[in-house]
């Protein structure tokens, strides 16, 4: 895609797939943990086994999900306010829209 | 040396930046900083300055701990935003800037409410010529509505002041508390320039607009400004902790869909504010050392994205996430030193948020309020979901944009600041003692304890997680050209539809009026000629025979009943 042919790191889909499964890696040590490492606990539900990593994950999947439900109430045509004036970057490209 | 006004110095270098040129006033500008904190380090807490103004007693400076911290601040996060903007050779965006920030340090020494109305005024004029800096019609457009909010703000707080000196007390910046007369004024027009809940939408339409240069300086002190006066007045006033939080969660969902990457970042940024007004709505010492902090921090790190999300607007003219993607290839020390102020903002361990927000967070759980922590929780993920991951991951990874073949790393000066700002953000991460020496309360409070760093840990590495299933399985929602409605929609659209629809209702009414007072005035008119037209019964002309003949029979008349 870019114009010289030179590879870069992620152009390989193999570095990709051990970035991911780097993370998952990471994931399972840092629960892991959980049973090793006394934490020490203010509130009873910071004790349950992984908590903070299920918190994290069930949050930003909601999070994603709610925002897709609320994109579609909100989301409009960036022209929605201001259908005389283009947006800032669209100048050179003739008028596309 | 004596003591000097510490927002001179960067006034000075704003007059400076109008009557220089070239290589010169870049070293004034960056000098002005510089000799502006200099100014801040002679100023033994306690110092005051008093002036008679119109029978009332003003404190034009006030010095303490509070005031000294956001003054260093101010003038760091001036000479990052001057290094920054060094290639620029826009004047008025120049003296703006500087202006604005000497306004800012004023602000935050002013000792009286009246005097933090002046420069709070002054923050909103000067402010919003950034707003308008690219001088498009969007950015001038959005600098008015803008203004207009800001000097709303302003008002308030002058109504607030008012109302609370008439019943009699002084007009000192001290605690205030929403129970003093005027109070509640006082707190909306604070709560303004805060960003809070349904008046945010100033800061997300306003931000993104500006030039890439006005976007950082803007970031780094209107917001803080308002959080430094909702710290001194308002500190511990519990509705503060429930609005705080509102803030730190519904922006994210906004943050996740917008597709201008510096609005993602303004959403981020009123994120950042709820985690600020929650630590000063529980007002304990460790909480408002924490929202003090976190404003601190924030400043660095959300400037640090600020400007690499300007660099790479300044390099391809471009925010939108739609159109970017790939610029790693040709944008790498951008890309890294991004994502230096991703991890920051996240609160990753060794990085400046960990130190601030774990803060506010322990504060929160400590005080035993328990829903505001979760909430907290899923805020903090959030963040590292849209501000953490997104905003690096559309602009330099993702697809390959049609801007990868041309785009370069950006001017050496705007690399300089950013470097600066990483390395602070390290810097404090990992050393945060040099941070806590300077808060308002003393410290004794540690981020760094296993518990801490493993379940940040847990909660970040699981909401990577999530972004990577979710993109993997198409879930993700796609970044699309479009903008999304807010609050502002009902001063941009629904109030002047309702305002059409008014005037449409009243203009029948009215024409109706017209032509039935027409109607009835040329009835009348046409009485009038009727009678007293021309042939009109009125108007007869009578000969006067006649009159003497109804003369005489008058008198026949007399004579007669005379004889009887």
């Known amino acids: 895609m870019s114009g010289d042919d030179k590879q870069y790191v992620f152009d390989k889909p193999a570095n990709v797939r051990r970035v991911i499964q780097g993370l998952l890696a990471v994931c399972l040590v840092l629960v892991g943990l959980d049973f090793v490492v006394h934490r020490h606990v203010v509130h009873p539900w910071e004790g349950v086994f992984g908590f903070y990593a299920m918190y994290g994950f069930v949050g930003c999947v909601v999070l994603v999900l709610l925002a897709k439900g609320l994109r579609r109430i909100v989301m409009r045509t960036e022209d929605y306010y201001d259908p005389a004036t283009g947006y800032p970057g669209d100048e050179e490209e003739g008028g596309d829209a | 040396m004596p003591e000097v006004f510490p927002a001179l110095p960067l006034l000075f270098g704003a007059l400076a930046a109008v009557l220089t040129r070239g290589r010169l006033r870049a070293v004034l500008m960056l000098a002005a900083p510089v000799v502006g904190a200099y100014c801040v380090w002679t100023l033994a807490p306690g110092t005051t300055a008093h002036i008679e103004l119109l029978g009332y007693d003003l404190t034009p400076l006030r010095v303490d701990t509070l005031s000294t911290l ?14 920054y903007s060094l290639h620029l050779k826009d004047t008025p965006q120049l003296v703006a800037s500087l202006a604005y920030a000497g306004c800012a340090v004023g602000a935050v020494f002013a000792g009286d409410l009246l005097s933090l109305f002046i420069f709070w005024e002054l923050l909103a004029v000067t402010s919003a010529v950034l707003v308008c800096a690219r001088g498009d019609d969007r950015a001038l457009g959005a600098g008015v509505r803008y203004l207009l909010v800001q000097v709303a703000s302003g008002v308030l707080l002058l109504a607030g002041t008012i109302v609370y000196a008439r019943a009699g007390n002084s007009l000192d910046f001290n605690a205030i508390g929403t129970d003093a007369p005027g109070g509640w004024l006082i707190l909306a027009a604070f709560g303004i320039k805060s960003a809070f809940p349904l008046v945010h939408n100033w800061l997300t339409d306003a931000y993104p607009e500006s030039s890439p240069t006005g976007t950082v300086f803007l970031t780094s002190f209107t917001t803080k400004v308002a959080i430094y006066a909702l710290a001194r007045g308002f500190a511990g006033t519990e509705l503060l902790v429930y609005v705080g939080a509102t803030m730190a969660c519904f922006p994210i969902f906004y943050a996740v869909v917008a597709n201008d990457l510096r609005r993602v970042l303004a959403y981020s940024l009123i994120n950042q504010l709820g985690f600020m007004v929650v630590g000063i709505g529980v007002g304990t010492q ?80 400590h005080e035993g309020y328990d829903w505001i922590w979760l909430a907290l929780l899923f805020a903090a993920a959030g963040v590292f979901h849209h501000a953490g991951i997104k905003i690096p991951f559309f602009a330099f990874f993702s697809h390959d944009s049609k801007h990868v073949k041309t785009a370069h790393e950006p001017p050496t000066n705007m690399l300089v600041a950013m470097s600066i700002s990483a390395a602070l953000c390290i810097g404090i991460g990992c050393f945060p003692r040099m941070l806590y020496g300077l808060l308002p309360y003393a410290v004794d409070y540690s981020p760094y304890d296993i518990t801490h760093v493993l379940t940040q840990m847990q909660l970040l590495a699981f909401s990577a997680l999530a972004f990577t299933s979710l993109k993997l399985y198409h879930v993700y929602p796609p970044e699309l050209r479009s903008i999304h409605l807010d609050a502002q929609w009902m001063y941009r659209r629904l109030a002047p539809s309702a305002l059409r629809w008014v005037f449409l209702r009243l203009r029948g ?8 007072s027409l109607a009835t005035l040329s009835r009348v008119a046409d009485g009038v000629a009727r009678h007293h037209g021309p042939g009109g019964i009125l108007a007869r002309s009578w000969p ?21």
């Open chain 2, 544 to 564: 006067t025979g006649s009159m003497m003949l109804w003369m005489a029979t008058l008198l026949g008349l007399t004579l007669l009943l005379y004889y009887f």
């Open chain 2, 509 to 516: 009414i009215d024409s109706a009026l017209r032509s039935f």
């Open chain 2, 70 to 83: 956001f003054g260093y601040l101010f003038h760091l996060a001036a000479f990052l935003g001057v290094v």
């Open chain 2, 286 to 365: 460790l909480a408002v050392n924490g929202a003090v902090a976190h404003a601190c921090t924030d400043v660095l790190f959300k400037g640090l994205l600020m400007m690499s999300m300007g660099a790479v607007l300044h390099v391809t003219g471009e925010m939108r996430a739609s159109e970017l993607g790939g610029l790693y290839k040709k944008m790498p020390k951008t890309a890294l030193l991004c994502m230096v102020g991703a991890a920051s903002i996240s609160a990753f361990p060794l990085f400046s948020g960990f130190v601030s927000k774990s803060m506010i967070v322990t504060a929160v759980l």
